[in-house]
């Protein structure tokens, strides 16, 4: 499958979905693009999965009668996400066109460690 990252997708990503052709939205010169005008120029260019961390596009969309699958991240961050590779690449195996997935890869969390009151 060709796959398109999204802007807000890491790059590591590219590596580690092996029997796909990744490549990332930017490289391809759809840096920029709004949602609809991004999916409209990924299917022009023959992409088959849009991989975003955008979680209102299913809202934002109607995916009726499109060529392109669009599978959402839970989070974007590469220590996260890297963790949940399996399951975003099962996600990318079984996209069908016009369908919208959501991959739950739990969210960011800032370590919340105990202010030294000495620095205060």
Not at 24 to 29: D, E, K, L, N
Not at 56 to 78: D, F, H, M, P
Request: charged share 20%.
């Amino acid at each position: 499958m060709r796959v398109l990252l999204d802007e807000n997708m890491p790059h590591q990503l590219r590596a580690h979905l092996p029997g796909h052709e990744v490549s990332t939205a930017v490289y391809v010169g759809f840096g920029g693009f709004k949602n609809g005008e991004l999916l409209k120029a990924a299917e022009d260019a023959g992409y088959d999965v849009l991989l975003t961390g955008d979680l209102s596009l299913e809202y934002q969309q109607n995916l009726t009668g499109r060529k392109i699958a669009i599978v959402s991240l839970s989070a974007n961050s590469w220590r996260i996400v890297q963790n949940h590779i399996p399951a975003i690449a099962g996600a990318i195996g079984t996209a069908q066109s016009g369908s919208f997935s959501r991959v739950d890869c739990g969210k960011y969390k800032p370590s919340k460690k105990p202010r030294d009151p000495a620095q205060h």
